[in-house]
């Protein structure tokens, strides 16, 4: 049996994969996600509500993880901005890096750790879109957090909008919270290093890129403990539903062939039967004549003779009967027959 890939089907795609029907997929999905995330923005007084209400969730549940963390980043800028630049830069650069490195060197693993990848991203996109959930760095400050992306925008290219670049903030939807996929594609990338990495090196990098992401998301004000588990929980579904999204897709794309095959044939053969002189396509099958106790075949698809027919000064074959004269016989002048020839 071939070697299973992560999400527990076959791995070995059907069909070779190429790099220029890839990259724009992967273009394509992404920038239906920011896109979505861009007309996702929900109400701000809902999005604050939300953000509310996962604080005292988290208070219910003795969680406060994300106080401490955004205290000690404010406070120590050696902390704060390198968490700043790498909540702003590694999100966007780690994950393409390691898609480009499974498709050139882990090819029969790819197309279902790519699969995974983007059925949870456009599940997270359905969280952005039903639940707009206001960070922590945007709630008022008697809640105690401190929007470190503003406070270290002088050394990055971030506003203090967002970490988009500087004047570009309002083109984002500051309001996705809600799960955070910022620690879900980090999780798949830690699970990627530790699948198909290789070395212990590998699998140590990837372990500690997901775990130095989930601490600065809350360092730095961006999300709550709870965005962070729903971001795993959302990868866990997308992994879970990886497999029925390839077969779908595998279906859909044999069903596409199987109807241009049929429409490419159907084409072929009526090029072939206008491409003659001017018979009809079932002109071929041919045309038997009856004579006797002889036949012929006449392959004719506009002028056929039926039975006991002749067609004028036409001689038989030598093996059916006497040729009959071609003029009728002239009477000798006695009434006596004329001799035959």
């Known amino acids: 049996m071939p070697h299973a890939d992560i999400a527990g089907v076959e791995a070995t795609p059907r069909t070779r994969l190429r790099w220029w029907t890839e990259l724009p997929l992967i273009l394509l999905v992404y920038a239906c996600y920011s896109a979505g995330r861009l007309l996702a923005r929900g109400d701000v007084s809902s999005a604050v509500d939300h953000g509310l209400a996962i604080l005292d969730i988290e208070k219910a549940l003795y969680l406060n993880a994300e106080h401490p963390l955004n205290r000690l980043f404010t406070r120590e800028p050696w902390l704060g901005v390198p968490a700043d630049f790498w909540y702003a830069s590694l999100h966007y650069l780690v994950t393409p890096v390691l898609l480009v490195w499974l498709f050139r060197s882990r090819t029969v693993h790819y197309r279902a750790a790519r699969t995974w990848l983007m059925t949870s991203t456009f599940i997270g996109l359905i969280g952005f879109t039903l639940l707009p959930t206001c960070p922590p760095r945007l709630l008022?400050?008697?809640?105690?957090?401190?929007?470190?992306?503003?406070?270290?925008?002088?050394y990055g290219w971030w506003g203090g909008e967002a970490s988009a670049p500087r004047g570009l903030g309002g083109m984002t939807n500051q309001y996705a919270a809600m799960p955070s996929l910022h620690v879900g594609w980090a999780l798949w990338c830690a699970v990627v290093l530790w699948r198909y990495g290789g070395t212990r090196l590998a699998k140590a990098a990837g372990v500690s890129y997901a775990v130095i992401t989930t601490i600065v998301v809350m360092g730095t004000a961006n999300h709550y403990f709870l965005d962070a588990a729903a971001g795993a929980a959302v990868m866990g579904v997308g992994l879970l539903l990886a497999p029925h999204v390839m077969r779908t897709a595998d279906r859909v794309r044999?069903?596409?062939?199987?109807?241009?095959?049929?429409?490419?044939?159907?084409?072929?053969?009526?090029?072939?039967?206008?491409?003659?002189?001017?018979?009809?396509a079932d002109s071929g099958t041919p045309v038997t004549v009856g004579s006797g106790d002889s036949t012929s075949s006449i392959v004719s698809g506009g002028c056929q003779t039926s039975a006991g027919e002749r067609i004028p000064r036409q001689r038989e074959s030598r093996?059916?009967?006497?040729?009959?004269?071609?003029?009728?016989p002239q009477d000798a002048g006695d009434g006596a027959p004329a001799a035959a020839r």
């Open 254 to 280: 044999s069903r596409f062939a199987t109807q241009v095959a049929t429409v490419g044939t159907a084409t072929a053969r009526t090029a072939t039967a206008g491409s003659g002189d001017g018979a009809p």
């Open 140 to 154: 008022d400050a008697s809640h105690g957090f401190v929007d470190t992306m503003a406070q270290y925008s002088s």
């Open 319 to 328: 093996f059916g009967a006497e040729a009959e004269p071609s003029a009728a």
